[in-house]
């Protein structure tokens, strides 16, 4: 019996054909306005390689204080992603399209917690965390303050599309039997949506946790104030030691999220 071939790609008509060369130009464009160089890149080369050289091996000396700065970076992680998800689940319902009824006022509040969730989303953590250091002054509580408004924006959506694909069956069913809106929304629109919501806490975590080294660099507490005196200062191998700890962090973060994410989503699935 012979196979059937594979389709042929179509060839595209006029209108595609002229998107195509659209979106390449638009590419394009946008290579250039980032100033891409290939030489540059090059060129780049031995510079690279110069720092890695002085960058090892690397500098082990004042690993009881990189520790401790670690420690802290992890802390305002995991602390800002409770805040974020404790604040963002009350916001997703309220965002959430249709959950709290209809009506003028309804949806002048389904409006509004969405821009709240759209504002937090697109203002960059690293913005809060210089806000947050005007606010609070340095150190880890404006990381942490930082952390917890980026990931009411990150969850804040997710949790309410999650809750807009809910199954309607048991909604439905509580409605018709009587049940207030907020009985329907915590016994059957969260628990539907229980697993997306998990998998999202987790994967903010890992967010957070990756975000909580850059914010030190503006003072907002952690390990990266501790990075970035070592590139000041050229200690390369200082940098290096640092360097491989966020590395360590974030891929131990990043298993035990996977993990968890995998064991508390068959829980949820018997």
């Not at 009881?64 to 974020?84: D, K, N, V, W």
């Not at 404790?86 to 965002?95: E, F, H, K, N, T």
């Not at 903010?204 to 975000?211: D, I, N, P, Q």
Request: aromatic share 10%.
């Amino acid at each position: 019996m012979a196979h059937k071939l594979p389709g042929r790609i179509e060839r595209p008509g006029a209108l595609r054909f002229t998107t195509y060369v659209a979106l390449a130009a638009f590419m394009i464009w946008a290579f250039q306005g980032a100033g891409w160089s290939v030489s540059a890149l090059v060129s780049g080369g031995p510079a690279m390689a110069d720092f890695l050289a002085r960058a090892w091996p690397p500098s082990f000396e004042r690993m009881p204080q990189l520790s401790g700065a670690l420690l802290e970076t992890f802390q305002m992680a995991l602390a800002g992603t409770f805040i974020g998800i404790v604040v963002s689940l009350p916001l997703a319902i309220l965002a959430a399209r249709g959950l709290i009824g209809t009506s003028m006022p309804s949806r002048a509040i389904y409006t509004g917690a969405r821009l709240l969730i759209a504002f937090f989303r697109t203002v960059p953590d690293l913005v809060w965390a210089l806000v947050f250091v005007i606010t609070v002054g340095l150190g880890p509580f404006a990381g942490t303050l930082a952390i917890a408004v980026d990931t009411i924006g990150f969850c804040g959506r997710f949790f309410a599309e999650a809750m807009e694909d809910a199954e309607k069956g048991p909604q439905e069913a509580l409605t018709a039997a009587g049940a207030r809106k907020i009985d329907t929304v915590f016994c059957a629109v969260v628990p539907a949506a229980m697993p997306t919501l998990i998998t999202t806490s987790l994967f903010a975590l890992e967010k957070a946790t990756r975000s909580s080294v850059v914010l030190g660099l503006v003072g907002a507490g952690g390990i990266g104030i501790e990075l970035k005196v070592a590139m000041d200062f050229f200690d390369y191998q200082l940098a290096m030691t640092i360097i491989l700890m966020i590395f360590i962090l974030v891929l131990l973060v990043e298993r035990i999220g996977s993990i968890s994410r995998t064991r508390l989503l068959e829980g949820t699935s018997r």
